[in-house]
């Protein structure tokens, strides 16, 4: 604190004191009214502890607030362990091990930037929207606040340390991210002394991802023919059943161990069990050519079907995703797009696609959509829609070409109906499935 007379315009010393002192980060010049240094001291002095003993607006209220509804201040550090162990009412649904730890590194950026950009804020309540809105606007101008991710594989020492090459992130990521924060602070609620979501008034992004793209029949005849091994496995038990990664990769031989084990049993046709990502029960049945390839695998009482893949999905996840990307790459089917100005390349064709092809197959055959839904455990009917829409324009001019003519429009000597044409496409249907061709030879006869 520093307490002088001023110079005048006229060169003289004012009459009275100033001071100049800094207080609760702000600087303040401010005459004191007295002629005298040492009254000038004493009135700096009181006028100084004053200042020191105030406290904003905000900071009573939130005071206030803590002591009305019994709330205690939350750090920053605790918040997310906290909503995460919530009951899942607190989300649309439950998480899983590795979508935690995903929702956890997007927390962990914001908090980064929070610290390099407002080290003073501790406490949830702390935070407030003009911070809000400039750690969004970061993330859309020039995406994650972290260069790396730092992780540790399971029964390894090593940390990891994996470069973010994404600076440009799609809408969908970025309302991942928004979508996390804002939840956080709605999930601490009055429990934290939050007022006000900061995160509330930032309005969301349209969403602009790419849905997968289901396999065509011409592509599916070329992976038949040419995958192997454990590539093999992955796609005949991806497209006969619909399930998803973490699904098929655990499939089991009976008995059933825990309720949320997939058990293939032969004997009844069927696999059945609780899907790991939403906790839908399903039953699948196991189609003719599914059945002939479980039949080959080595058949242990409660066992893994596929044991690598079960391993992998534990240990290295990426790296089945990784064969399947390679295999597609090997035989010329493009699997990743670029889209917009995003940095890295998009999956339209991998695994995934597998699922979506096997809504579109059933849907184009006359599978009804609930019966789909059922099989693939969406939680919505609109979802099962969604996969199904994969049709292009041969198979939408095919499939309308079916329909009789009920007005007779068409005159005589119109051109038939191309039947050989059908009858390549039945032979397609049918080719490799054994069963039903002695079923069609019986009938035939």
């Given at each position: 604190?520093?307490?002088?007379?001023?110079?005048?315009?006229?060169?003289?010393?004012?009459?009275?004191?100033?001071?100049?002192?800094?207080?609760?980060?702000?600087?303040?010049?401010?005459?004191?009214?007295?002629?005298?240094?040492?009254?000038?001291?004493?009135?700096?002095?009181?006028?100084?502890?004053?200042?020191?003993?105030?406290?904003?607006?905000?900071?009573?209220?939130?005071?206030?607030?803590?002591?009305?509804?019994?709330?205690?201040?939350?750090?920053?550090?605790?918040?997310?362990?906290?909503?995460?162990?919530?009951?899942?009412?607190?989300?649309?649904?439950?998480?899983?091990?590795?979508?935690?730890?995903?929702?956890?590194?997007?927390?962990?950026?914001?908090?980064?930037?929070?610290?390099?950009?407002?080290?003073?804020?501790?406490?949830?309540?702390?935070?407030?929207?003009?911070?809000?809105?400039?750690?969004?606007?970061?993330?859309?101008?020039?995406?994650?606040?972290?260069?790396?991710?730092?992780?540790?594989?399971?029964?390894?020492?090593?940390?990891?340390?994996?470069?973010?090459?994404?600076?440009?992130?799609?809408?969908?990521?970025?309302?991942?991210?928004?979508?996390?924060?804002?939840?956080?602070?709605?999930?601490?609620?009055?429990?934290?002394?939050?007022?006000?979501?900061?995160?509330?008034?930032?309005?969301?992004?349209?969403?602009?991802?790419?849905?997968?793209?289901?396999?065509?029949?011409?592509?599916?005849?070329?992976?038949?023919e040419k995958a192997t091994g454990l590539v093999r496995d992955i796609f005949i038990v991806g497209l006969?059943?619909?399930?998803?990664?973490?699904?098929?990769?655990?499939?089991?031989?009976?008995?059933?161990?825990?309720?949320?084990?997939?058990?293939?049993?032969?004997?009844?046709?069927?696999i059945d069990g609780v899907m790991r990502k939403t906790g839908q029960y399903v039953r699948v049945p196991?189609?003719?050519?599914?059945?002939?390839?479980?039949?080959?695998?080595?058949?242990?009482?409660?066992?893994?079907?596929?044991?690598?893949?079960?391993?992998?999905?534990?240990?290295?996840?990426?790296?089945?995703?990784?064969?399947?990307?390679?295999?597609?790459?090997?035989?010329?089917?493009?699997?990743?797009?670029?889209?917009?100005?995003?940095?890295?390349?998009?999956?339209?064709?991998?695994?995934?696609?597998?699922?979506?092809?096997?809504?579109?197959?059933?849907?184009?055959?006359?599978?009804?959509?609930?019966?789909?839904?059922?099989?693939?455990?969406?939680?919505?009917?609109?979802?099962?829609?969604?996969?199904?829409?994969?049709?292009?324009?041969?198979?939408?001019?095919?499939?309308?070409?079916?329909?009789?003519?009920h007005l007779g429009v068409l005159q005589p000597g119109t051109p038939p109906v191309d039947r050989l044409?059908?009858?390549?496409?039945?032979?397609?249907?049918?080719?490799?499935?054994?069963?039903?061709?002695?079923?069609?030879?019986?009938?035939?006869?």
């Amino acid at each position: 604190m520093k307490v002088y007379q001023r110079r005048m315009p006229n060169g003289k010393l004012s009459p009275t004191y100033y001071i100049d002192v800094v207080v609760r980060g702000k600087r303040i010049f401010k005459s004191t009214g007295k002629s005298t240094e040492a009254e000038a001291k004493r009135w700096a002095r009181d006028y100084v502890d004053k200042l020191k003993g105030c406290e904003s607006a905000r900071e009573v209220a939130v005071k206030f607030r803590h002591v009305l509804a019994g709330a205690l201040p939350v750090l920053l550090a605790d918040a997310f362990v906290r909503f995460a162990d919530m009951p899942t009412s607190n989300r649309r649904k439950r998480w899983t091990d590795t979508r935690r730890k995903q929702m956890a590194s997007i927390w962990d950026d914001w908090k980064a930037w929070l610290e390099a950009d407002h080290s003073a804020v501790k406490y949830v309540h702390e935070v407030t929207p003009v911070m809000a809105q400039a750690y969004i606007t970061r993330l859309r101008t020039s995406g994650r606040f972290q260069e790396a991710s730092y992780y540790k594989r399971e029964g390894r020492r090593k940390v990891v340390r994996s470069p973010l090459k994404d600076r440009i992130l799609s809408h969908r990521t970025l309302n991942v991210h928004h979508d996390l924060l804002r939840s956080v602070f709605d999930g601490m609620g009055e429990a934290a002394g939050v007022f006000e979501n900061p995160f509330a008034g930032v309005p969301r992004l349209a969403n602009d991802y790419a849905t997968r793209a289901a396999f065509t029949a011409e592509e599916l005849k070329s992976i038949g023919e040419k995958a192997t091994g454990l590539v093999r496995d992955i796609f005949i038990v991806g497209l006969y059943t619909g399930l998803r990664r973490s699904d098929f990769c655990r499939l089991q031989w009976p008995p059933r161990k825990k309720d949320t084990d997939m058990v293939a049993d032969l004997s009844a046709g069927v696999i059945d069990g609780v899907m790991r990502k939403t906790g839908q029960y399903v039953r699948v049945p196991i189609l003719p050519p599914l059945a002939a390839h479980l039949a080959s695998c080595e058949q242990a009482s409660g066992a893994f079907i596929f044991p690598e893949l079960a391993d992998m999905l534990e240990h290295n996840p990426d790296g089945i995703s990784y064969r399947v990307r390679t295999f597609l790459d090997d035989i010329k089917i493009v699997g990743q797009v670029t889209i917009g100005d995003r940095t890295r390349q998009t999956s339209q064709k991998d695994i995934h696609s597998l699922r979506h092809t096997f809504c579109y197959l059933a849907a184009i055959h006359g599978v009804p959509l609930p019966v789909v839904q059922s099989i693939v455990g969406h939680v919505d009917e609109a979802m099962t829609r969604h996969y199904a829409a994969h049709a292009n324009d041969q198979v939408r001019a095919e499939t309308l070409a079916k329909v009789p003519d009920h007005l007779g429009v068409l005159q005589p000597g119109t051109p038939p109906v191309d039947r050989l044409a059908e009858a390549r496409i039945l032979l397609d249907q049918v080719k490799g499935n054994k069963r039903l061709i002695e079923q069609i030879r019986k009938l035939l006869i």
